[in-house]
């Protein structure tokens, strides 16, 4: 079964907020809201399937609220528009990253000579430490 989604088919339940930011900017800051937040209802989504939300809840679990609401905030620059942009950009990376299956690891045994010449290292590490003690007189 594919989980996999377009993160622009979500865009219409994206709710965006601005706020001032802060750092730097002067009395710019002080006076345009240029920080923008990004919030997207998980659980209350028309858009995807129940198990697209449980994978996304238990992905994002780290970034979304006790709500089901995962929200992004960017205040990379002193544009209201540019951060707005960025907002997206991190909300497709996000989505896209959560819907990607890992490949399984397949278990491998190392080399003869791999092994060897780990012995090898050892034997020498070893002897480099005996000849470290004082000779017993």
């Known amino acids: 079964m ?3 989604i377009n ?3 979500l865009y219409s339940e ?3 907020h601005a706020s001032r930011s802060s750092g730097a900017g002067g009395q710019h800051v002080n006076k345009v809201n240029t920080r923008v937040e990004l919030r997207f209802d998980i659980i209350n989504s028309l858009v995807l399937s129940i198990v697209q939300k449980e994978i996304l809840m238990r992905k994002l679990s780290t970034r979304v609220t006790k709500d089901g609401e995962l929200i992004i905030i960017s ?3 002193r544009s209201q528009h540019r951060n707005r942009e960025d907002s997206i950009e991190k909300f497709d990376d996000l989505i ?3 819907f990607m299956v890992e490949k399984t690891r397949l278990a491998t045994r ?3 000579n791999s092994i060897k010449r780990r012995q ?3 034997k020498l590490h070893s002897l480099k430490k005996q000849n470290r003690k004082n000779p017993d007189l």
């Open 2 to 4: 594919n989980n996999r």
């Open 7 to 9: 993160p622009s088919l």
């Open 14 to 16: 994206i709710k965006f």
């Open 75 to 77: 205040e990379k620059t």
């Open 96 to 98: 896209l990253k959560a």
């Open 110 to 112: 190392p080399s003869y």
């Open 120 to 122: 090898k290292t050892k």
